[in-house]
């Protein structure tokens, strides 16, 4: 996949380059006043190549997620354990077998944020939007914790999930775990190669790490994650060049299809996204196929890396609702969205201090963030306009929309 190479951990830099392995030109020893400059926050394992195997854990804080209450104390503290913890469980586990590179990204949800974070709030931070249309729904769905455990072997994802699911004990209550692998030349169960088109190297970390835009979170990152169902005797069923037109591109050659060809409905066509200026803004997705063929379960797991939760919900918003309005992804008349969530990913540097306890506000500056970043995403969207309003544009600044119909 040509992203940031195995093991390595990008950082974003003090003059806003992000590096690999810290090789960027920043200076870390100090600045003209001679004091030492702090380290630069460390982000989690987000841009690492596709995997063999994955595990997808959603949990929420104590015995379940009921509507009322927020976590109890018990249960946050086991979460902070749990939180310093997770760099050695990982270590224990991967350096058993180096050449899987086991890696585990942990996402924290709107709701569970406060109590451990406290009262700085990374910018982005809300709960998972939902889309809705006649006959389609992007589902919102309970979810505290996420865990994206990957490893080129499935055994080392099995075995950290366990290790965690240990460790947390009565802290977490798992409320969806999937467990995918990797189908052929990395083809989604509807046998079509996906993750073609992701970002790789300096272009993924743009995409995927904050920056100067929240500086107190630089070197966090979104993720949004949704379970899909597909009805596969019905897309089985299609002619071929049917569901070439649907995805966009060729299905043996994985080859794009030229506009001429490709439909506006297109998945491709709905999922490419432009700011202003016409730059295409993009996402780092890991999507995952599972399946369980004896009960009738056939799936694909959408999970998006982007530094901003805009461009996912932009994606995501023109798939289910249309671009414009009514011309919708056909890919969602063979598949449902049957989870949906939206978690904050801290760098490793602040999951590491959550361990100890909330952020005050004075900690949180404290994060050295980098001073230029790369160019911030668009803005935020504003209120929702109601249907109707289809002006085209969502006042995400600068990204190509369509009408909100939330
Ligand atoms: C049923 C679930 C989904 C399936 C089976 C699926 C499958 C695919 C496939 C086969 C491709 C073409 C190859 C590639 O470039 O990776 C693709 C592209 C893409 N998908 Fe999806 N996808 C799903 C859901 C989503 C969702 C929910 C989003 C975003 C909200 C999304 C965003 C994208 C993007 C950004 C591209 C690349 C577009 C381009 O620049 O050409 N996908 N997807």
New binding site residues.
């Given amino acids: 996949m040509g992203r940031a190479g195995f093991g390595r951990a990008a950082r974003t830099g003090q003059d806003g380059t992000v590096s690999v392995n810290g090789a960027s030109g920043a200076s870390e020893s100090g600045g003209a006043s001679g004091v030492p400059a702090p380290e630069p926050a460390e982000p989690q394992a987000i841009l690492t190549p596709l995997t063999e195997a994955a595990i997808f854990l959603v949990a929420v804080a104590g015995a379940g997620a009921g509507p009322a209450g927020g976590p109890d104390a018990g249960s946050l503290a086991g979460i902070r354990d749990l939180f310093g913890d997770l760099a050695g469980l990982v270590r224990s586990v991967g350096t058993r077998e180096p050449r899987a590179y086991l890696t585990c990204v942990t996402g924290i949800g709107d709701r569970i944020w406060d109590e451990l974070g406290g009262a700085p709030r990374p910018a982005g931070l809300h709960e998972f939007r939902e889309f809705r249309a006649p006959g389609r729904l ?1 589902v919102s769905t309970p979810g505290d914790l996420l865990f994206h455990i990957r490893a080129g072997r499935m055994d080392l994802c099995y075995e950290l999930a366990s290790q965690i699911m240990f460790r947390a004990g009565s802290a977490l209550t798992v409320v969806d775990e999937v467990h995918g692998f990797r189908y052929f030349d990395n ?2 169960v ?1 046998g ?7 970002p790789a190297g300096a272009a993924a970390e743009r995409a995927v790490l904050i920056g100067a835009e929240d500086p107190e979170f630089a070197g966090g990152s979104y993720v ?1 994650v ?1 379970k ?1 169902l ?1 009805d596969l005797a019905a897309w089985n069923a299609l002619p071929t060049e049917q569901q070439e037109n649907i ?3 060729y299905k043996l050659s ?1 080859i ?1 299809q030229t506009d001429d060809v490709k439909p506006s409905y297109a ?2 066509a709905l ?3 432009t700011d202003d200026d016409g730059e ?1 803004v ?2 780092v ?1 890991d ?1 995952m196929p599972f399946g369980t063929p004896g009960s009738g379960e056939y ?2 797991y ?1 999970i ?1 890396y982007a530094r901003s939760p805009d461009p ?2 932009q ?2 918003r023109n ?1 289910f609702i249309g671009l414009p309005e009514g011309n919708y ?1 056909r ?2 008349d063979f ?1 449902r ?1 049957v989870t949906g969530g939206l978690f904050f990913v801290p760098s490793q540097t602040l999951l590491e201090q959550l361990a100890d306890g909330p952020l005050d506000a004075g900690d949180a500056a404290a994060q050295p963030a980098p001073a230029a970043a790369a160019p911030a995403p668009p803005a935020a969207a504003p209120p929702p306009a109601r249907a109707g309003a289809g002006s085209g544009s969502l006042g995400i600044g600068s990204m190509k929309g369509i009408s909100r119909d939330e």
């Fill in positions: 992007a083809r989604d509807i079509f190669v996906d993750g073609t088109e992701n949004i949704q899909y597909h995805i966009g591109r994985d794009e998945h491709n999922t490419s996204i295409e993009q996402i997705r999507n799936g694909t959408f998006g996912t919900e994606m995501m798939m992804d890919l969602l598949s969205a």
